[in-house]
């Protein structure tokens, strides 16, 4: 999943038109028609609290949402500050079974319990999964194999993050280093100028926030209940290896996730490529989102590569280095390069400095 850091701003009230998809004691969603997500807190006391609402609607409920922009404090279950307050929430209609099918999609990247009652709208039917080629369902087990062995690991991520503004042709530098846990990515012991920076959150100051979880990013790919577009290219000369080539597309609300820019979840379709070795596995994979709303940026792109790296006498699989870009809605541009080194099993140190 691309995570990028909500901003905080002062607005006028917002009104949104959606279906509900997911609510707790804290926040609830409202889909709207084109695939966003809006993202409001709810207040912790009086008629708009989670007990007084929730337990009167459905899940994919149409309904009217008014909402005033707020500077909240960190949310722990969900490890990011809700930067929207429900005002007002107005029921319209039940939803179609299309709405329903499409709020469904979009659930299964959200985990938990969702307080919202099942609709007792049955949703429409889903299209048939596309074919995959042979080349691929021979490749398939392999990097599922992997994937169930992954070790658990810790590496220094070391990340140059530059940031272009809009109109300008130069770029400010700023020097990161992070630590990279398993492939469940955590992490952990970062400094900035030489000072710990010890908050409870993954995100990082000074800019957004970039994913590095490997495991995480094979897994939408190859998992077989992910129904992605997959076509074979054949082989390619990369520095003198041979490797096959696959290009793949994801569908809208697909498995890799949703980005988050100020309270607004997308879960974008994407599309991309990876390289595989004689062995089946993966060594380089790249992705781009496709068909993000105009107010959410031009979306983020990702390559990912893999080496072998030795761990005491084993030698795995493992991450050795990124290369991340995101474009703003204000049409800035950050970008990320990163390198993974010193591959252990036990806990590392991170500095970041910024000129």
């Known amino acids: ?20 998809r997911f609510a ?11 695939g966003r997500v809006i993202d409001a807190g709810l207040p912790k006391t009086g008629p708009l609290a989670a007990e007084a609402i929730l337990g009167q609607y459905k899940i994919a409920d149409q309904v009217q949402i008014t909402c005033k922009t707020v500077s909240g404090d960190l949310d722990p279950t969900v490890d990011y500050a809700h930067s929207l307050e429900l005002k007002q929430i107005r029921f319209l209609r039940a939803p179609t079974p299309d709405e329903v099918a499409g709020v469904n999609a979009s659930l299964s990247w959200k985990a938990g319990e969702n307080f919202l009652k099942p609709s007792s709208v049955a949703p429409a039917p889903k299209p048939p999964a596309p074919a995959v080629p042979k080349e691929f369902e021979q490749i398939r087990p392999v990097n599922l194999e992997y994937l169930s062995h992954l070790p658990n690991f810790i590496a220094d991520e070391v990340a140059v993050r ?26 952990e012991h970062i400094r900035f100028n030489g000072k710990p920076y010890n908050k409870p959150t993954h995100w990082l100051p000074g800019g957004p926030t970039w994913a590095v979880g490997f495991g995480e990013l094979l897994r939408p790919v190859f998992d077989p209940d992910c129904e992605n577009e997959v076509t074979f290219e054949g082989r390619t000369d990369v520095g003198g290896v041979q490797l096959r080539s696959f290009a793949f597309r994801t569908p809208m609300d697909g498995c890799f996730g949703p980005g988050l820019t100020n309270y607004q979840f997308f879960n974008a379709a994407k599309a991309g490529c990876f390289l595989v070795d004689n062995a089946g596995n993966v ?11 105009a107010d959410m940026g031009a979306g983020s792109t990702y390559v990912l590569k893999w080496g072998n790296v030795k761990i005491g006498d084993a030698v795995h699989l493992l991450p050795i280095a990124m290369d991340w870009t995101w474009i703003t809605p204000d049409g800035e541009t950050w970008h990320a390069t990163e390198t993974f080194k010193n591959h252990r099993h036990f806990e590392s140190t991170i500095n970041i400095k910024f000129p």
């Open 162 to 187: 530059t940031h272009k503004p809009k109109g300008s042709d130069k770029f400010k530098e700023k020097d990161t280093e992070v630590a990279f846990t398993g492939r469940f990515t955590t992490r």
């Open 283 to 293: 060594i380089q994979l790249e992705h781009h989102e496709v068909g993000m709303p």
């Open 24 to 34: 707790t004691k804290t926040f609830i969603h409202v889909r709207l028609a084109d």
């Open 1 to 20: 999943m691309g995570c990028l850091l909500p901003s905080q701003g002062v607005a006028a009230d917002l009104v949104f038109t959606g279906n509900l």
